[in-house]
C-alpha cells in the first residue's frame, strides 16, 4: 500500500462531513498526541483513525488506475474466459504495483490485480513466503 509521511507541515484533510480540517502534531483535550488531527472548526471533536487514512491512500492510487476506466468485466472474466484485455490494460497502468500490492495484502480471490490473475497471484505469494 503507498504511504504518505506525515510531517509537522499542516495540510487538509476532509472529515466525513467534508469540512476540511488541518492535519499537524495535534494534542487532545488531556495533552496527549492524537493521530495527527485537529478538531474542526466548528469545536467538534473529531476521531480519525491512520486505517482511515490509509483508506484514503488506497482510494487514490484507485482512482488513477486504467481499469477504473475500462469495461470491469474484462477484470473478471467468466472460468476459463481470456484475460489477455486485462492484462494488456494492467501493463499500460502507472499504479500496476500498488493494485498488486494491494490485492496480495488483501487476499483478492478474484480478478486479475496488477497484470496478475488469482492462481499467478497464489504462486508469487509463495514464492515470497
Known sequence: MP??????QERSV??????????????SDDGEQNSGLRSSQQGHRVEFSFDALFSAVEQEWQEQA???Q?????????????TREAKRICQACSVRDECLEYAL?????????????ERER???KKQIS
Open 66 to 68: 486504467l481499469c477504473a
Open 105 to 117: 495484502e488483501h487476499d483478492e480471490r478474484f480478478g486479475i490485480w496488477g497484470g496478475l490473475s
Open 14 to 27: 476532509e472529515n466525513i462531513a467534508g469540512d476540511a480540517m488541518p492535519r499537524g502534531n495535534a494534542k
Open 122 to 124: 497464489r504462486r508469487l
Open 3 to 8: 504511504t504518505k509521511t506525515i510531517g509537522e
Open 70 to 82: 475500462t469495461d470491469p468485466e474484462a477484470f473478471f472474466p467468466e472460468k476459463g474466459g481470456s
